[in-house]
């Protein structure tokens, strides 16, 4: 069973349109989430975080997070076509141990068309 | 010098090879770790050094060898390795290893195994 599963995509929208990056886990004690950015042939960089239920603003970026479904989300209004890349979903722990570990869903590729 | 830094960023190698991948963070961090990237495959975690000691060894074949002589450095030796091997290796840091989603990446070292 995978821990950390997204839609690999690729998952189209035209510019200005939000593009919404959906992410499962499974070990119902996860307690933080991540979002991390991978531009083609660079390194992922981290864009979001949250820890609580609910909704976390940053700009154009909104992270979702609803625990008693195990689903964290990320939206990005008004897309840009800069905003195409890959976007991995991120939770510490997993495989049994949790101590510097960070378990990376395959990630989602996105492509913003003008 | 900021941030993150790997070389060599590109890497070709024969199976009967013996070659090292340098990793330097100008962050202050104490953690440092090394992730493995294939195609079509989530990132994996590697090796976890916390404060220069190993603290994760996630099942990696011993013909990576992983060598932290202070906070700053962390060094990936590689001897008879597999062409399966080949991949984006990952150095990252953060400011401590315990259940962390906050890793700070280098741009990596793209190795080929012939």
């Known amino acids: 069973q995978k821990e950390v599963e997204q839609n690999s995509g690729p998952l189209s929208v035209p510019e200005g349109a939000i593009a919404s990056l959906n992410c499962t886990y499974s070990d119902r004690g996860s307690q933080s989430f991540f979002w991390y950015r991978q531009y083609s042939g660079k390194s992922p960089e981290l864009i979001m975080s949250i820890y609580s239920n609910g909704d976390k603003e940053d700009g154009r970026f909104t992270a979702q997070l609803n625990k008693a479904s195990q689903y964290v989300s990320l939206l990005i209004r008004d897309s840009q076509p800069s905003d195409s890349a890959t976007y991995l979903c991120?939770?510490?722990?997993?495989?049994?141990?949790?101590?510097?570990?960070?378990?990376f869903g395959q990630g989602t590729i996105l492509t913003v068309h003008p | 010098e900021t941030g993150v830094t790997q070389t060599p960023r590109h890497l070709v190698m024969g199976m009967t090879n013996k070659k090292s991948l340098k990793c330097e963070q100008h962050l202050g961090h104490n953690a440092m770790y090394w992730y493995k990237q294939s195609a079509k495959k989530p990132l994996e975690l590697m090796f976890v050094y916390s404060l220069e000691e190993r603290v994760e060894n996630n099942s990696v074949p011993s013909r990576f060898s992983p060598e932290c002589p202070n906070s700053s450095h962390l060094f990936l030796h590689l001897h008879t390795l597999q062409p399966e091997d080949s991949a984006l290796y990952l150095c990252?840091?953060?400011?401590?290893?315990?259940?962390?989603?906050?890793?700070?990446f280098g741009e990596g070292s793209r190795l080929t195994v012939l």
């Open positions: 990252a840091s953060s400011q401590r290893a315990a259940l962390t989603g906050e890793l700070f």
């Open positions: 991120a939770v510490p722990g997993g495989g049994g141990t949790s101590y510097g570990k960070l378990t």
